[in-house]
C-alpha cells in the first residue's frame, strides 16, 4: 500500500506503462505478421491470451485459498 501522496504518481507510472506496452506489442506483432502471416501473429496472440488468463485463475484461486 502507498501513502496519499504518492497515488497520483503510481497511476501515472502505471498508465504509462500501459501505454508503452501497447505500442511496443503492435509493433512486435506487426512485424511477426510481416514475416510470418496473420495466421501465426493470430495463434501467438491467442497463447499470450490464453497464458494470462490461466495466470489469472491461478491468482484468484490462490486468493480465496488464502482468505479461506
Given at each position: ?29 506487426g512485424l511477426l505478421a510481416d ?11 491467442s497463447g499470450i491470451t490464453l ?14 485459498r488464502a482468505s479461506g
Amino acid at each position: 500500500s502507498i501513502g496519499a501522496s504518492l497515488r497520483g504518481s503510481a497511476a501515472a507510472v502505471q498508465y504509462t506503462a500501459f501505454d508503452l506496452l501497447i505500442g511496443f506489442g503492435s509493433l512486435g506483432l506487426g512485424l511477426l505478421a510481416d514475416a510470418t502471416d496473420y495466421g501465426v501473429m493470430y495463434g501467438v496472440v491467442s497463447g499470450i491470451t490464453l497464458a494470462g488468463l490461466a495466470v489469472g485463475a491461478l491468482m484468484v484461486k490462490g486468493q480465496k485459498r488464502a482468505s479461506g
